[in-house]
């Protein structure tokens, strides 16, 4: 397969920007702007990978806007893609991470080994699954977690109306 350029590679991107109908530099958060980004170099948590995660490019996020590599990276290992991106919602900084597998959903290994990996074993992190209305998944087979050095999580391993959790 041929390399391309870095100016054929800018100019596929302006290419599909005109057909996606983006102008300008969109903003990689909501309209509503109650998500602000924070670059990768700014934020309060960023992982430091084991070696065996390799880096790959982000150039999906290129056509959203032109500084995403500051914002986003992207990671692969055996078969997992994993994107990390701090962001801001509301005051409360959070590191969000993608995963997926090009044929299936991740399973619980999977999940276990990207919590180690990306947030690590001793904090603690959420897996969200919002109502089908707000999916918002580029690949079919994609997973979430987040976690905040803030720590808003609230403690679940607590007695609650008088049933104790596991």
């Known amino acids: 397969m041929k390399q391309l350029t870095k100016e054929q590679e800018e100019k596929g991107i302006e290419l599909l920007r005109k057909k996606m109908g983006i102008s ?4 990689m958060g909501t309209s509503d702007g109650r998500i602000e980004r924070v670059r990768i170099d700014e934020a309060k948590f960023f992982p430091k990978l084991p070696s065996y995660w390799k880096q790959t490019k982000v150039s999906i996020y290129n ?3 032109k500084d995403a590599d500051e914002y986003i990276r992207s990671y692969d290992f055996n078969g997992l893609h994993v994107i990390v991106s701090p962001a801001r919602y509301e005051e409360t900084e959070w590191l969000h991470v993608s995963f997926s ?8 290994k999977d999940i276990q080994l990207v919590r180690k990996d990306f947030i690590g074993t001793d904090k603690k992190s959420i897996m969200v699954f919002p109502e089908e209305s707000h999916y918002v998944n580029i690949a079919k087979y994609c997973l979430h977690l987040w976690y905040s050095a803030e720590n808003p999580i609230p403690d679940f391993d607590t007695e609650i ?6």
């Open 24 to 27: 300008g530099d969109a903003s």
């Open 63 to 65: 056509i959203i806007s």
């Open 101 to 108: 597998r090009k044929s299936r959903i991740p399973d619980y």
């Open 161 to 166: 109306m008088g049933i104790r959790s596991i």
